[in-house]
């Protein structure tokens, strides 16, 4: 049935097990609860078919086109969609588990809820599809463009981001723990609220991200650039920023506990009431940081760039600051008192003058 034209015709829940399709045209055809399983599709016409229901499990559609197609609900488990054009499919709640995805062409198909796991994404083009609750934990996704992606919800527990394209994505309470994100570019994205613990975000472009509540433990930014990123509230005990770019960020009341932010970059950064007890900060740019009643207990602060840095209200007890630059500091933190300093006398009050008698 090779190059057959099937165009607009009815083969619901057909038998087509293992039929060889290549090159069909099956453009607008019904194959809902249809059985194509082991099918071969290769660059097979399917634009605006209906397959809801349908068994594609080890199917063959590489280089189909699926345009417009809706898979809702079809069995799509080591599917293999290599160079398939599924632009605007609708794959809502389908699964794929382990599919073939590699460079595909998904841009703004609905992929709600679906099951992406351990799928290959590599190089795919994602640009502005819903894969809201979707499940891509274990997923490969290197250098995929998600550009514009709603990802809210998602989870990418161990999925492999590297060099990926997530411009003003929105991955806002998405699962993102032990997630490999290398060298992403994560500008202006919505993370709020995302669990990033253990990932690695070494020299990812985060310029502009919302991060605010977002949990970062332990993971790794080292020589990221957050520029401008909103953090406030943000969970970094632990986490790894050293050489990272923050300047301009918006760290307020932030859990900073043990952060390395050795070399890093926070000039203009706001620390207003984080928690930076422990913290390394050897060799920082703080220059005109808002350090306002942060916690800096016990911080190594060696070698840093305080220039011009607020630190009213701010705890410095037991704060390690040799060789740090202080110029133009406001407040200049006190002094500890020396043991041997004499305390000076209080001046005391004139005597008052007794009144003339009258």
Excluded: C, W
Excluded at 29 to 39: E, T
Excluded at 87 to 92: D, E, K, M, P
Excluded at 262 to 283: C, R, Y
Excluded at 324 to 334: F, Q
């Amino acid at each position: 049935m090779q190059n057959a034209n099937l165009q607009n015709a009815n083969l619901q829940s057909t038998n087509l097990k293992n039929a060889d399709l290549e090159g069909a045209n099956l453009q607008g055809a019904h194959m809902s609860g249809a059985n194509l399983a082991g099918a071969h599709l290769r660059g097979a016409n399917l634009r605006g078919a209906t397959l809801m229901g349908a068994d594609l499990r080890g199917t063959d559609l590489t280089s189909a086109d699926s345009r417009g197609a809706n898979f809702r609900g079809a069995k799509l488990q080591s599917v293999n969609f290599r160079s398939a054009n599924l632009y605007g499919a609708h794959l809502r709640g389908g699964n794929l588990a382990g599919a073939h995805l590699y460079d595909v062409n998904l841009q703004h198909a609905d992929l709600a809820g679906a099951n992406l796991s351990g799928a290959s994404l590599q190089t795919g083009k994602l640009q502005s599809a819903n894969l809201q609750t979707a499940d891509l934990h274990g997923a490969k996704l290197q250098g995929a463009n998600l550009q514009g992606a709603n990802m809210q919800g998602a989870h990418l527990q161990g999925a492999n981001l590297q060099s990926a394209t997530i411009y003003g994505a929105t991955l806002y309470s998405a699962d993102m723990t032990r997630a490999d994100v290398r060298g992403a570019n994560l500008q202006n994205a919505d993370l709020g609220l995302v669990n990033l613990q253990g990932a690695n975000l070494q020299k990812a472009n985060l310029y502009g991200a919302g991060l605010n509540g977002a949990s970062l433990q332990h993971a790794i930014f080292q020589d990221a650039n957050l520029q401008n990123a909103r953090m406030q509230g943000a969970k970094l005990q632990g986490a790894n920023f050293s050489g990272a770019t923050l300047y301009g960020t918006d760290l307020t009341g932030a859990n900073m506990y043990q952060t390395n932010l050795q070399g890093a970059n926070l000039q203009t950064a706001i620390l207003q009431t984080a928690n930076l007890q422990g913290a390394n900060l050897a060799n920082a740019n703080l220059q005109n940081a808002n350090l306002r009643g942060a916690s800096l207990l016990n911080a190594i602060l060696q070698h840093a760039d305080l220039q011009g840095a607020d630190l009213q209200g701010a705890n410095l007890q037991g704060a390690k600051m040799q060789s740090a630059n202080l110029y133009n500091l406001s407040p200049m933190p006190a002094p500890a008192p020396s043991p041997h300093t004499v305390p000076t006398p209080a001046p005391s009050s004139p005597p008052a003058h007794p009144r003339p008698p009258r």
